[in-house]
Nanobody
Framework: HVLLKESGGGSVQAGGSLRLSCAAFGDTHSTYYMGWLRQAPGKEREGVAGIDEFGSAWHADSVKGRFTISRENAKNTLYLEMNSLKPEDTAMYYC????????????????RGQGTQVTVSL
């Protein structure tokens, strides 16, 4: 079992930046692949970015060039650097983990944190 705890959300104006962090506790075999999901009101949950323990990363087309995912394996910590934020990035952001990357990419990982709210205003 894995426990994921996010931090770093908040409110920012369009064009601003935020950095999300996620601490993982428990079965590290399940954190081979970690990432971030988001869900806006009235929309389905979607994968935003993912990264394996070797540093190979994936970013959704909607955030490429603006968001960067990274991780520190020694600290079991995951990050999401978000720059040039847009109002459409407003959502609840969830830290996620799953040994199968595809499940995270489609928004249905085995493990998910409680979430942290990101709000971007004009």
């Amino acid at each position: 079992h894995v426990l994921l705890k996010e931090s770093g959300g908040g409110s920012v104006q369009a064009g601003g930046s935020l950095r999300l962090s996620c601490a993982a506790f428990g079965d590290t075999h399940s954190t081979y692949y970690m990432g971030w999901l988001r869900q806006a009101p009235g929309k389905e949950r979607e994968g935003v970015a993912g990264i394996d323990e070797f540093g190979s990363a994936w970013h959704a087309d909607s955030v490429k060039g603006r968001f960067t995912i990274s991780r520190e394996n020694a600290k079991n910590t995951l990050y999401l650097e978000m720059n040039s934020l847009k109002p459409e990035d407003t959502a609840m952001y969830y830290c996620a983990a799953d040994p199968v990357p595809h499940r995270l990419w489609v928004g249905s990982p085995n493990y998910r944190g409680q979430g942290t709210q990101v709000t971007v205003s004009l």
